[in-house]
Structures are given as structure tokens and as C-alpha cells.
């Protein structure tokens, strides 16, 4: 049917799938075609978790782009980790400068993860507060 899959198996881990998602979109474009590209990617991939069963009252779009705020700089932080050894042959030397200057971009664009970690709890615990309310009344 032309639909595009991408499975990518390299790190497996359970979390949340922005960690995956903005993982992805670090890997794959510059930051002008992050900036171009990432909005419309993520909110198709909301629509489709909505249409797998997520709860947009409870996770709506503006939630999930917090935590993909907040989820992104960990992906990368964890490459940084375990690539210590990355570059020590002289072949790979681009690779954290590289890193380095895609997160400085998305910080700048999005803020500091703890920053957009903390608006994502608030909103999530008013959301299911409200939810948590609404549903003793029905």
C-alpha cells in the first residue's frame, strides 16, 4: 500500500516512545530540517497513537511534545555516554562534535529538558486530575 515502516531495533529499551521518536529525528536531519520537519512528524505520530487507543484527554498532542522536548536530550545524552571511545582512532572524531551541535540547536529551540520536564508533570497531573473528575461524574 506504499506505506513507509521503519523498525529499529539498535536500542530496546520500555519507555516512552518520544525517546525513540526524537532519537530518530536527531539521527536523520540537520537542525534546519528538524526545524522544518519535526512538528509535522510528530503530530503524526500522535494521530496514530490516538488511533491505536491513546487517550487524547489524557496525553493530547501539546503533552506529548513536551515529553518529546524533555525525551529527545536524554536519547542523545545516551549516545554521548557510550561512545567515551568514539573518535580515540581518529575515524569516527565527527561524530560528537556533530551530537554536540544538534542538541545546542534543540536546546535552543525547545528549552532545557528539565524545564519541558516539568511542564509536562504539571500538565499531566492536571489532565488527570480533570480526567480522574470527570469520569466520578459520568
Not at 39 to 46: D, F, G, K, R
Not at 57 to 62: I, K, Q, V
Not at 73 to 78: A, D, E, T
Request: overall charge neutral.
Amino acid at each position: 500500500d506504499g506505506a513507509l515502516v521503519l523498525l529499529d531495533f539498535q536500542l530496546v529499551c520500555v519507555g516512552e516512545s518520544q525517546y525513540d521518536v526524537g532519537y530518530f529525528i536527531m539521527w536523520s536531519f540537520s537542525p534546519e530540517d528538524r526545524r522544518k520537519y519535526e512538528i509535522p512528524l510528530l503530530t503524526s505520530h500522535h494521530r496514530r497513537l490516538v488511533e491505536a487507543g491513546l487517550d487524547e484527554r489524557t496525553y493530547p498532542l501539546e503533552l506529548y511534545i513536551l515529553r518529546y522536548k524533555y525525551l529527545t536530550p536524554l536519547s542523545i545524552l545516551k549516545v554521548f555516554l557510550a561512545g567515551q571511545k568514539i573518535g580515540v582512532a581518529g575515524k569516527d572524531r565527527y561524530i560528537l562534535p556533530l551530537l554536540s551541535s544538534a542538541m545546542e540547536a534543540f536546546i535552543a529551540d525547545h528549552g532545557w529538558p528539565r524545564t519541558n520536564w516539568e511542564r509536562s508533570v504539571e500538565l499531566r497531573t492536571r489532565l488527570l486530575e480533570k480526567y480522574a473528575s470527570c469520569k466520578k461524574d459520568t
